[in-house]
């Protein structure tokens, strides 16, 4: 899914100048990572979150890991590393991941934990969504909103719209 201009007009309303903030999840793509190093600028920080290495053969990535203010970090939630904390967001394009076996409908509550426990109260957990998903979630069928109820009943949904939906962590519980 290309990164949409609605996306990131609403984004920059959640993430600012430095921020510390996180993609979970990541991939290859570094089109989320960039535009969010972006955002927070040289005084921010962002930090790339994944199981696998692709840096070794993605030209992207290795070019990611020359900037100052981009941190990749490989970790196998439910771990995260020691600095993935106090952050002011953390962003999770195709929160399915967050299920152990995606599409299972199973859902770790440990990885919820540690999502939690990454962002400080206030902070944002920011949700790009693709075409399906949108369906999903305003059509009858809101998986992400339903874990989100479960598992992180103190999160407060601020925004949902088109292909973004974002929520803030209301307390420390
Ligand atoms: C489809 S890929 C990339 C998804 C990415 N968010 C995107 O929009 O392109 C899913 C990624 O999740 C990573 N992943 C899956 N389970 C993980 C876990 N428990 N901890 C860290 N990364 C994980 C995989 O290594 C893979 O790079």
Known sequence: MAVSNHLWENVRKYVRIGNRVSELYHGERDDILRGLAEIVSENGIVYGV???????QNKNMQELQS??????????????????????GVLIRE???????????????????AIN???????????????????????????????I??????FQKVYDREDLMVYQKTNSS
Not at 67 to 87: Q, Y
Not at 139 to 145: A, E, F, N, T, W
């Open 50 to 56: 994944d199981q696998l290495n692709p840096f070794a």
């Open 67 to 88: 900037l100052s203010n981009i941190r990749l970090l490989k970790a196998t939630l439910p771990s995260l590393p020691a600095e993935v904390s106090d952050l002011d």
């Open 95 to 113: 929160f399915i991941w967050t299920y152990p076996l995606p599409c299972n409908g199973s859902e770790n509550p440990q990885t919820y934990q």
């Open 117 to 147: 426990a990454a962002l400080h109260v206030g902070g944002h957990l920011i949700l790009p969504l693709n075409p399906v998903e949108q369906t999903a979630e305003r059509g009858g069928h809101p998986m992400y909103q339903h874990t």
């Open 149 to 154: 109820r479960r598992q992180l009943p103190h």
